[in-house]
């Protein structure tokens, strides 16, 4: 097996470090499987999402810890999409309810 250069500053010198290349001439450390996966978030009809795109909410939902219900066909815009906490992978304001988030299950792309 054959160890790349730095990329970096092109140094030949780099070496195994459990999971890591290390370039003893710059320091650099880069992760040996640099296999990227990359995640795409869909909504209810698995259209693909992005960020900045305009949803609606495609049930009642309610909201923990409050009595409100978010009605069925509430539009949201602007969404953010972040790494799923508790299934939670869009990061959004809604009025009158503030910064909520919400499963992309629940909601379609307009």
């Not at 009642?60 to 602007?78: E, F, P, R, W, Y």
Request: charged content about 25%; hydrophobic content about 30%; some cysteine.
């Amino acid at each position: 097996m054959t160890i790349p250069n730095c990329p970096q500053c092109e140094s030949e010198y780099a070496y195994e470090d459990g999971l890591n290349y290390v370039c003893p001439m710059c320091a650099h450390e880069w992760p040996i499987n640099e296999e990227v996966e990359v995640v795409v978030i869909r909504d209810a009809n698995g259209n693909p999402l992005q960020d900045g795109d305009t949803v609606s909410v495609i049930k009642d939902l309610k909201v923990k810890g409050s009595s409100s219900v978010i009605k069925q066909g509430t539009k949201v815009k602007n969404i953010k999409l972040v790494d799923p906490e508790d299934g939670h992978d869009i990061d959004c304001k809604i009025d009158g309810f503030g910064q909520i988030g919400l499963k992309s299950s629940v909601v379609k792309k307009i």
